[in-house]
Nanobody, 124 residues
Framework: QVQLVESGGGLVRAGGSLKLSCQAS????????MGWFREAPDKAREFVAA????????DYGDSVKGRFTCSRDNAKNTVYLRMTSLKPEDSAVYYCAANLYGNIRDPPSWYDYWGQGTQVTVSS
């Protein structure tokens, strides 16, 4: 059974940091581009970050560039999202997703598997 499980979310003050993890099971992420997306109440799903399956190229949403870092450890079948200088507007449910042989610019609809999400709340 293919699964993605996010962890590491929580409550943090503005300016603080969090590191999210996304553990895959039931398959290897080696051939998957991995992405992070977020959803806040009454807002559309937003692209946060993605990392390629070939050469660890990364892409970031404009609102998080310079603050968030996406990385992967294929040996641990895990993807990470390091978030720094957090702002209240970063509050959302964060989802990781896997896109077989995908490109880091692919839209969410092209992703094959999704996790259940982890809540991040940033207080002002």
């Amino acid at each position: 059974q293919v699964q993605l499980v996010e962890s590491g979310g929580g409550l943090v003050r503005a300016g603080g940091s969090l590191k999210l993890s996304c553990q895959a099971s039931g398959y290897t992420i080696r051939n998957y581009a991995m992405g992070w997306f977020r959803e806040a109440p009454d807002k559309a799903r937003e692209f946060v970050a993605a990392i390629s399956w070939t050469d660890d190229l990364t892409d970031y949403g404009d609102s998080v560039k310079g603050r968030f870092t996406c990385s992967r450890d294929n040996a641990k079948n895990t993807v990470y999202l390091r978030m720094t200088s957090l702002k209240p507007e970063d509050s959302a449910v964060y989802y990781c997703a896997a896109n077989l042989y995908g490109n880091i610019r692919d839209p969410p609809s092209w992703y094959d598997y999704w996790g259940q999400g982890t809540q991040v709340t940033v207080s002002s």
